[in-house]
């Protein structure tokens, strides 16, 4: 919805109301009122013809035409600043809601130091607190390379069974496999360095240190659990996919789970897959991420797809298997698939943090821009197209309540980076590396010489919205699945989701990447030019 549409209701609330019954709101006529007092503008100059007309009667319509324009200007104004103000005061309360909370535990450990440990002096526990820091800090600092400033995974799940469970099993504690993410780089001196320091020194803003984004996954306790998803319909995914489940289980001794499809499959080859477990319902599903810590694709880059589709929340680890046409997300061949496990379950491993949109459909009749259909999450591009319609598309597109364009061809690609190699890239898109954190706003067949495609900040809300005076709605789908219709005064939002995708690599995820685009798309594969020839005469 457009920023003006957010905050006023009922601009366009009532198609049959008249000019003389749209009465000002706040000060502010609605942009209805307006549309009609142009309209009967036009009317007027219509009816008698421009050469009988009177010259104060033309200079008055001419007049009036700037007075509503001036008004929708206003309007709109107003309408923006109500947004702005309205997005202030939430991050405002959930700071202070924040804030609260923050105090509220403090006191919380307050309570439980002392009654632990009686009046135990406060400047003591300070000093014990910053020694164990100084002691993790320097055995980190110990370890090869740069494995300091990481992401610590540890997530320690309550078994929810039925209430009929005694109470021993209700406290049952099941821990999962932590890990930790950091920043690597090739040793203190090199130049690659861990965090990306604005210094204001002296009055001058200088980029002091620039991280190398390559991130490295430590294991912290061991994997128990292991998840396969497959490509259906394929004998030699089948054939491996029994090979990998035994090998897993019997020389790893790991849980393995795999879709109930692949289950019905593993038990007609033989009995004794009896001990592979799977789920039964879509609940079951959304509580994958707390008992799986690895993830296992066997397929090409729709599978992968179609594993990050499965969690709305946190995502495991993956290591994609390349079995099938293009693979530009799955680096691990499967003749090798044996060793590649070995090294992914024994770690340290690079991953590529692969990052998802957050879609949410706001219709017409919506109150305010929160109240949204169910959310989608994509990890290539939402599209949105004109459909069977013989008729261009029609999108004004916002981007934190500016205006960015009015899309008028067949439709419009919001990517990701992971994404830029797919639908974005046939449209004339740049292929971009997919730990670049981006938005990609690629026109399809766009009408106009001078529409090219845009890369935006990822921190951004990108507004996609079908107006009032489109020929026909308009189509969205995410991923290629799920398609909604959008019909006009709907909109689209789309911003970056905060759970991504981590992927194993096989190198390193700028070495993937490339070799990714050099195998799959022949990218710049040229004849080398002949060493004989003319050639520049020396100066």
């Known amino acids: 919805m457009s920023p003006s549409k957010l905050d006023s209701t009922d601009s366009f609330g009532h198609e049959e109301a008249s000019v003389s019954c749209s009465k000002p709101e706040n000060g502010c006529v609605d942009s209805l009122s307006i549309f009609h007092s142009e309209k009967a503008v036009e009317e007027l100059l219509q009816q008698t013809p421009v050469a009988g007309m009177d010259e104060h009667l033309i200079e008055f319509s001419e007049a009036l035409r700037t007075v509503a324009k001036a008004l929708r200007r206003a309007a709109e104004g107003k309408a923006s600043a109500q947004a702005e103000a309205a997005e202030w005061k939430r991050r405002y309360e959930l700071e202070r809601t924040r804030n609260l909370q923050m105090e509220q535990k403090a ?18 526990v300070k000093n014990s607190d910053n020694q164990s820091m100084l002691q993790n800090e320097s055995n980190e600092h110990s370890e090869t390379g740069c494995m300091k400033h990481g992401i610590w995974s540890h997530e320690v799940l309550r078994d929810r069974e039925s209430d009929s469970n005694s109470n021993a099993d209700r406290n049952k504690i099941m821990r999962k496999a932590s890990f930790k993410l950091s920043w690597w780089c090739n040793g203190e001196n090199g130049d690659q360095h861990k965090h990306d320091i604005v210094s204001f020194e002296r009055g001058n803003i200088t980029t002091a240190e620039r991280s190398s984004k390559q991130i490295s996954l430590k294991w912290e306790s061991d994997p ?27 020389r790893k001794k790991l849980n393995v789970y795999v879709e109930p499809r692949v289950k019905v499959e593993l038990l007609a080859e033989s009995s004794n897959f009896s ?3 799977t789920w039964k319902d879509d609940s079951e599903i959304s509580h994958l991420h707390m008992k799986v810590d690895l993830v296992i694709t ?11 589709s499965m969690f709305k929340g946190p995502v495991p680890p993956i290591v994609p298997f390349s079995l099938g046409s293009l693979g530009f997300m799955t680096p691990f061949h499967s003749e090798h698939f044996k060793d590649c496990l070995d090294s992914v379950l024994r770690g340290p491993i690079s991953i590529t943090l692969r990052h998802r949109l957050l879609c949410r459909v706001v219709r017409d009749a919506a109150k305010n821009e929160y109240e949204t259909e169910e959310p989608f999450l994509v990890l290539n591009e939402v599209t949105i197209d004109r459909g069977i319609s013989s008729y261009l598309t029609n999108l004004e597109c916002y981007c934190d309540n500016s205006f960015v364009t009015c899309v008028q061809g067949d439709g419009l690609i919001l990517s ?13 898109g740049s292929m971009v590396h997919p730990q670049v954190p981006g938005i990609l706003f690629t026109p399809i067949c766009p009408h106009s010489l001078s529409f090219r495609p845009l890369i ?40 970056m989701a905060p759970w991504p995708v981590p992927t194993a690599c096989q190198v390193d995820s700028t070495n993937d990447f490339l070799r990714s685009i050099h195998d799959g798309l022949h990218w710049n594969l040229r004849k080398t030019q ?9 100066l």
Request: with cysteine; net charge neutral; proline share 4%.
């Open 416 to 428: 990701t980076t992971s994404g830029s190699t797919a639908y974005s890239l046939a449209a004339g």
């Open 530 to 538: 002949s060493f004989d020839g003319p050639r520049d005469r020396d």
């Open 298 to 308: 066997l397929g090409g880059d729709g599978t992968v797809l179609w594993a990050a």
């Open 107 to 124: 006191r919380m450990a307050e309570q439980f130091s002392a009654e632990k440990n009686g009046d135990l002096d406060c400047e003591r």
């Open 275 to 277: 001990y592979v477990q």
């Open 456 to 495: 935006l900040p990822e921190h951004v809300t990108v507004r996609i919205m079908v107006p009032f005076n489109s020929r026909s709605p308009a189509w969205a789908s995410f991923d290629g699945k799920d398609r909604k219709l959008l019909a006009a005064g709907d909109a689209l939002l789309c911003s």
């Open 224 to 250: 128990q659990t292991v998840l396969i998803l497959t490509k259906p319909n394929s004998v030699s995914v089948r054939i491996l996919c029994v090979q990998m489940v035994r090998w897993l289980r019997e």
